[in-house]
């Protein structure tokens, strides 16, 4: 099976290298830290980290796209298109099965212009694997990231929104208590109250000696922010109502589309990724995909790896695999790798793994 | 023909180790240690072919997922905290009542804007972007605590590894947060330290669990006459 999921691999990454693509290799073994940093500790549960006595923490390669966008950031061309392929490690925590270590062939693309690049590696994954016919699912993850920021409402609000976009369940959460949805809870009522009583540091004081490195001015200055937030109005219903909208919206791409001009004149901040999504959806047409029946959703993605900040898609094949391919724009990731500098990135892989299976099923 | 033993591990000393042979005492099932003072090797009076392993409560979960020994006695945190996908492992047949202690989120007592694991998270966040690292919390419960954690949507935090004075990193430096097991909540308050509203992880006490992929064969009416005297159902191994 190694052997037919390798040629099925290499069948797929020469097709990329055909389509302009640069091949691209990565070390196996890479620095924790910056993944860390990016992931957060949350993929300590998902990959494999091992120490290394003398440069400490080093993790088995989880997936291909930081260390190509390290090394493009590096002094790569502008635009640049780069294919890979080999082995990912997932650290499994369930008994079901699912795959330690797999391969990725992937396409990356740094180019600035963005809606054709999304379309080009969409179109060429599909047209890769037009025989299998997989189920697209596709969404935009800067719609949602422009709605937000575009609530009139404080910055601290709108950051935290922002901050947990990716995690849906604390995302909504926030959002019920900033639209006056959820009423505010005890234990923070009780919070407020106290901390009106008296001056941070008399409060701070009274609570016994300050251990650690979260400082009082790091406590009083939150204690301000909590108060200045109590203060503050809740987000207007009409416009919450219109971002629990966006939230749930789900439907063929073009009808998608109408429903977000629809939208736009209420919340104008989503314009220029409403006309990015257009078009985008032009470049797919001049593709050859039928944008009339691609399925969009608003959410899709957003329990992903955290740094997809535009177009999200993935293939799905049968309801017990997993996506037999996936990607999306990920251009805030190159600003921060880049030290200051930054370029537009969309890309995605495909697990030629899967693929070999559905294949090999069909002959 | 050697008749097939089923084998029962209980933690090998202190009060885990008393309390576990009283509660099988009160059931009838007199434990022994054999030997003398020093050695592990023990026996149960009162049933046919049940075989006694002292071994350290913290090897416990492991010898159970390994299938070594059929039965064991642990703390269900432990068996949670080392048993990745732990209820595929092993089952947990009966409470014991015992070795009560709660695994528990704490903070300084002196950070007056944090009561709430949504005040913890907004707190990291501000830490990190001052400090420029994340805020660390101190444990050696690294998969109970990450998975909460997650689970709640906390983010900007990392865990360090502390395998004993944890109360202690925070006034030490080398971490601004904890996440350690407590009774009473007393060496908390010494540390000044201060517990979170919703940072119960979890509620542990001793727990006689069942092994999974332990070779039970021709042990089905020792199992069976076992959870007679016991008073309790036979545990369902597979599925």
């Known amino acids: ?363 | 023909m050697t008749r097939a033993m089923l084998k029962i591990g209980v933690p090998s000393k202190g009060r885990l180790m008393e309390k576990t042979f009283d509660w099988f005492g009160a059931r009838g099932l007199t434990m022994v240690r054999t030997g003398n003072e020093r050695e592990y090797s023990g026996a149960v009076q009162g049933i046919q072919d049940v075989e006694l392993v002292l071994l350290s409560a913290g090897e416990i979960p492991r010898e159970l997922a390994a299938g070594r020994i059929h039965l064991g006695v642990t703390g269900s945190d432990l068996v949670r905290d080392k048993l990745p996908d732990w209820a595929a492992q092993v089952v947990d047949w009966a409470a014991m009542g015992f070795g009560h202690a709660d695994l528990v989120l704490a903070v300084p007592a002196a950070w007056i804007d944090v009561d709430t694991l949504d005040d913890l998270d907004a707190a990291a966040a501000a830490f990190r972007a001052t400090h420029g690292h994340r805020l660390r919390i101190a444990t050696k419960y690294h998969r109970l605590v990450r998975d909460f954690l997650t689970a709640n949507g906390v983010a900007d935090y990392a865990l360090v590894d502390s395998q004993g004075a944890t109360e202690g990193t925070v006034k030490n430096l080398t971490a601004e947060a904890i996440a350690d097991i407590t009774s009473s909540g007393e060496t908390l308050r010494a540390n000044h330290l201060k517990m979170l509203a919703d940072g119960l992880i979890h509620r542990s006490q001793a727990t006689l669990y069942a092994a999974r992929r332990a070779d039970w064969s021709g042990r089905a009416a020792t199992l069976a006459a076992l959870a007679a005297r016991l008073g309790l159902a036979v545990p369902r191994l597979s599925g």
């Not at chain 1, 590096?74 to 008994?95: C, I, S, T, W």
């Not at chain 1, 909208?245 to 919340?267: K, N, T």
């Open chain 1, 1 to 363: 099976m190694k052997a037919a999921i390798r040629a099925e691999a290499e069948r797929l990454h020469a097709a990329l290298l055909h389509a302009g693509a640069a091949p691209v290799e990565a070390d196996i073994l890479l620095p924790a830290d910056i993944l860390l940093d990016l992931y957060g500790e949350d993929i300590r549960a998902r990959a494999y980290i091992t120490a290394d006595p003398l440069n400490g923490e080093m993790m088995l390669r989880p997936d291909f796209t930081v260390p190509v966008v390290q090394a493009h950031m590096k002094g790569g061309a502008d635009p640049a298109r780069y294919a890979y392929m080999g082995e990912v490690f997932r650290r499994q925590e369930h008994l079901d099965g699912r795959a330690r270590e797999y391969m990725q062939v992937g396409y990356e693309v740094f180019d600035r212009d963005a809606p054709q690049a999304d379309a080009e590696v969409f179109a060429l994954f599909s047209t890769l694997l037009a025989d299998l016919n997989l189920r697209p699912a596709t969404g935009d993850i800067g719609i949602l990231m422009a709605a937000v920021r575009g609530l009139s409402t404080t910055d601290r609000r709108k950051a935290a929104l922002q901050r947990h976009i990716w995690r849906p369940r604390r995302f909504r959460a926030l959002l019920d208590r900033f639209a006056g949805r959820a009423p505010v809870p005890p234990a923070r009522a009780a919070l407020l109250q106290r901390l009106a009583s008296d001056a941070p540091q008399a409060l701070i004081t009274a609570a016994g000696p300050l251990v650690g490195l979260r400082s009082a001015e790091d406590i009083a200055a939150r204690a301000e922010a909590l108060l200045e937030d109590a203060r503050a109005p809740a987000i207007a219903a009409p416009e919450a109502a219109l971002l629990y909208d966006l939230l749930s919206l789900e439907a063929p791409s073009c009808a998608a589309l109408s429903h977000l001009r629809g939208i736009a004149p209420m919340l104008p901040a989503i314009t220029p990724a409403v006309d990015r999504f257009e078009a985008r959806l032009g470049a797919l047409a001049a593709n050859g995909i039928d944008v009339d029946t691609l399925p969009f959703e608003a959410s899709h993605g957003r329990t992903t790896l955290e740094y997809y900040d535009g177009f999200v898609f993935s293939l799905h094949g049968p309801d017990d695999l997993p996506p037999i391919a996936s990607g999306g724009r990920y251009d805030a990731l190159t600003a921060v790798l880049g030290a200051g500098r930054s370029i537009p990135a969309v890309g995605g892989i495909i697990r030629p793994g899967l693929v070999a299976r559905l294949r090999g099923g069909q002959r």
